[in-house]
């Protein structure tokens, strides 16, 4: 008997999807924590934050908001609001990075991370819908075995 078992395929939104997931256990983690860290703790927190966060927003732009009709009547909207927030992150994690006063710090976190927060919220409630409804399945699929590469991850066929 074969043991073959069809799996759905991964397209770019469900990607994006499970890298939202694995930010919110950091934001979760490093919101809990943030009230006892001192300076050098929160800084090294930040660069990691940095890291993942402007990775995502690099293929977000890159591959999905790239791929969106941004002459479509909601779409140029909704596009321009999400950029400006990567950007508002990124100035955020830069001024928390360059930080010299410990409240001001944990403050420059705790907005970083309440804006991430809404900000996931919206593309999940708004953006990705969006997509769903503009673009057939097979671009999806196609722009996720991209983004798939890009991380290095294999998936299974
Ligand atoms: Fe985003
Ligand atoms: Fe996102």
Known sequence: MSSFIP???LDLIDLLLGEHAALLSLLRYLDNHRPSMDLTALREAARALEAVLMAHAIEEDSLLFHALPA???GVRETL???FAEHNEQRRLLSELLAAEELPAAR??????IELTREHF???ERVLFG???QILPLERLTDL?????RRRGISRPS
């Open 121 to 123: 919220a919206v593309e």
């Open 144 to 148: 996720g075995a991209e983004f798939a």
């Open 130 to 132: 969006l997509a769903r």
């Open 7 to 9: 799996r759905p395929t």
């Open 80 to 82: 321009d609001a999400m």
């Open 71 to 73: 002459d479509q009547r």
């Open 107 to 112: 403050s420059l976190m705790k907005r970083v």
